[in-house]
C-alpha cells in the first residue's frame, strides 16, 4: 500500500471513529437529560404531592434498573417548591410544585401554570374518609371472620418478596365489595392518606372527563378532532376522531417502550414542553381505525382537545376537580401538567388508594355515584366495549378488557366481564361486576413478571367466595 492510499485509510477510520464517538456522545448526553429529568420530576412529586421525606423518595427512586441514578445530583429549595437535578453541573432539569397541579418540568424557561386564584387552597394530601375499614357508598354487611382470614392471607402473599432480585415492592391495597371496604394494607412509610402514582391509570380518567363533555353534547365520538397540526387540506390525520383515539387505533406512530430512554413515551413525558403537540406530529402508518398501538401520546392528544373544548385555561384547570374529583370524593387527586399548561393524561396522576378504588367504583356502578349520574348513559358500556382493531377481548377506550401480557402469568385467564385501569410498575383499578368488587394494587413494580395480576385478582375472589 503507497503512503497516499495509506493516508487516506487513516483519514477513513479517523472519520468513522469521530462519527462512531460523536454518536456516542450525542446519544450518552440524551440519556443523561431525560435520567436527569426523571430525578428531578420525582422527587418533585415525592416530596411535594405524595408528602414524603426525601430520603424516602430518592430510596423509592434509585433501584433496580434505576441506580445509576444515584450519580445524578439533586437539591430540594423547600421555599420555591422545586427541585433541580444535574449531571456533573452540565445538564440540569427543574420541576416545579403548584398546589393542585403538582410537579411539572421547566422546558424552553416556560413556567408551568397556577391554579386560578380562588382554588388555590386546594391541598394534594387531602384527607379521604375517616377510618381504616368503612364504607364507600353505603351500608352493607362486612365479612364473615373465614373471608376476612382468608382475605387476610392473600394480602400476606401481595406483599412478600418471593425473589429479592426482582422484588415486586407492593405499596397499597385496597379491595371494595359491595360498598364496603374489605381488605387495606399498606406498605412501610405509606400511609392511607399517602397519594401514590397511577401512571397510566391516568388514561382512565381521561375517558371520564371524555365522557363527561360528550354527555354534554360537547364532544363527538365519531367527529374529527380539532388538532391543528392535522388541519392542513389533504392530512390524512384530519380523520382521526375521538373514537380512534380513546380506542388506541388512531394509526399515528409511537414507540411506547417504557424500558428505552429515548423511546417516544420517555422523550414525550420528560424531553419536551409541550407533550400534545409531540405526540400530534407523529407520522401516520396505518389508516385511522385499522390498527391497534398502545399509544399514550394518543392520551396528551385528547387532553388537548379538552383544552380546545372548554372556555379558557380558567375552565380547564379547575375541570378535572369539578367535573369528577370532587363529584366522587376523590380530595386527594392531582392530575399533573406539562410546562405548556396542558394535562399529562397519559401519565402523571396522583392519588390514594382509596380514591383510586373511588374511580373504579364510578365505573362499577355505570356512571353513578350516590344517585347522580356523572357519566352518560351508555358510556360504561362503550368503554368496556371491545376495539374492533385490538386483539380479541384485550382492549376497549382507554380501558384493559384483560390484564396485558407482561402482569398475567401463566394460569388461566380471568373471567369475561372483568375490566381494568393498568399502568406502568404494576399499578391497577381491577372491576368485577358480577361480583360487585373494585381491587386496586399499586407498587414500584420495576420488573413486570414479578407481580402475576391475574393470579391475585383469582386469588381476592376466591378468598370472598
Same mark, same amino acid.
Given at each position: 500500500m503507497g503512503r497516499r492510499a495509506r493516508r487516506l485509510a487513516v483519514g477513513v477510520v479517523g472519520f468513522v471513529l469521530l462519527t462512531?464517538?460523536?454518536?456516542?456522545i450525542v446519544y450518552a448526553g440524551r440519556v443523561a437529560g431525560i435520567a436527569v429529568a426523571y430525578k428531578a420530576k420525582m422527587l418533585c412529586s415525592g416530596v411535594f404531592v405524595m408528602r414524603l421525606d426525601s430520603w424516602h423518595v430518592l430510596a423509592d427512586i434509585e433501584i433496580d434498573d434505576l441506580s445509576l441514578l444515584r450519580h445524578v445530583s439533586a437539591s430540594i429549595d423547600p421555599a420555591a417548591r422545586s427541585v433541580s437535578a444535574s449531571v456533573l453541573g452540565i445538564?440540569?432539569? +427543574? *420541576? %416545579?410544585?403548584?398546589?393542585? !397541579?403538582?410537579?411539572? $418540568?421547566?422546558?424552553?424557561?416556560?413556567?408551568?401554570p397556577r391554579l386560578p386564584e380562588e382554588n388555590e387552597g386546594i391541598r394534594s394530601n387531602a384527607a379521604g374518609w375517616p377510618g381504616r375499614e368503612g364504607d364507600l357508598v353505603g351500608s352493607r354487611p362486612a365479612l364473615d371472620d373465614t373471608r376476612r382470614e382468608r382475605l387476610g392471607a392473600v394480602l400476606d402473599r401481595a406483599f412478600t418478596e418471593p425473589d429479592l432480585r426482582r422484588p415486586r415492592r407492593t405499596r397499597a391495597v385496597v379491595i371494595v365489595h359491595r360498598g364496603r371496604v374489605v381488605a387495606e394494607r399498606y406498605a412501610p412509610g405509606i400511609e392511607p392518606e399517602t397519594p401514590l402514582m397511577? @401512571? #397510566?391509570?391516568?388514561?382512565?380518567? %381521561?375517558?371520564? $372527563?371524555?365522557?363527561? !363533555?360528550?354527555? +354534554?353534547?360537547?364532544l363527538l365520538l365519531d367527529r374529527p378532532v380539532p388538532v391543528p397540526e392535522w388541519?392542513?387540506?389533504?392530512?390524512?390525520?384530519?380523520?382521526?376522531? !375521538?373514537?380512534?383515539?380513546?380506542?388506541? #387505533?388512531?394509526?399515528? /406512530?409511537?414507540?411506547?417502550d417504557m424500558t428505552s430512554p429515548l423511546a417516544d413515551v420517555t422523550s414525550m413525558l420528560l424531553g419536551v414542553g409541550d407533550m400534545a403537540a409531540f405526540a400530534a406530529n407523529a407520522e401516520l402508518e396505518a389508516e385511522p381505525g385499522t390498527a391497534w398501538r398502545y399509544s399514550?401520546?394518543? #392520551?396528551?392528544?385528547?387532553?388537548?382537545? $379538552?383544552? /380546545?373544548?372548554?372556555?379558557?385555561?380558567?375552565?380547564?384547570?379547575?375541570?378535572?376537580r369539578r367535573a369528577l374529583f370532587d363529584r366522587i370524593g376523590m380530595s386527594s387527586a392531582v392530575l399533573e401538567t406539562d410546562a405548556a399548561g396542558t394535562f399529562v393524561g397519559s401519565s402523571f396522576m396522583y392519588a390514594t388508594a382509596r380514591d383510586w378504588a373511588r374511580l373504579g367504583m364510578l365505573y362499577l356502578q355505570d356512571g353513578v355515584w350516590a344517585g347522580e349520574r356523572i357519566l352518560p348513559e351508555g358510556w360504561v358500556r362503550y368503554s368496556r366495549s371491545a376495539a374492533? *382493531?385490538?386483539?380479541?377481548?384485550?382492549?376497549?377506550?382507554?380501558? @384493559?378488557l384483560d390484564v396485558p401480557d407482561e402482569y398475567r402469568g401463566p394460569g388461566p385467564g380471568l373471567p369475561d366481564g372483568i375490566f381494568h385501569a393498568a399502568g406502568h410498575e404494576g399499578q391497577f383499578v381491577t372491576i368485577v361486576p358480577a361480583r360487585e368488587t373494585v381491587i386496586v394494587r399499586l407498587g414500584r413494580t420495576r420488573y413486570p413478571a414479578a407481580w402475576d395480576h391475574a393470579a391475585f385478582v383469582r386469588e381476592v375472589l376466591a378468598a370472598l367466595d
Open positions: 462512531i464517538l460523536t454518536a456516542a445538564i440540569r432539569r +427543574e *420541576a %416545579v410544585y403548584r398546589d393542585g !397541579l403538582g410537579c411539572s $418540568l421547566v422546558y424552553d424557561g416556560k413556567m408551568p397511577g @401512571w #397510566s391509570m391516568a388514561k382512565t380518567v %381521561v375517558n371520564a $372527563l371524555t365522557g363527561v !363533555l360528550v354527555g +354534554e353534547g360537547r388541519q392542513t387540506p389533504g392530512d390524512p390525520r384530519g380523520r382521526i376522531t !375521538l373514537d380512534h383515539l380513546l380506542r388506541m #387505533s388512531s394509526g399515528l /406512530r409511537f414507540d411506547e399514550s401520546g394518543t #392520551s396528551n392528544i385528547i387532553v388537548r382537545v $379538552l383544552r /380546545r373544548v372548554l372556555r379558557d385555561d380558567r375552565e380547564y384547570l379547575t375541570f378535572p374492533p *382493531a385490538a386483539p380479541p377481548r384485550l382492549y376497549g377506550a382507554h380501558f @384493559w
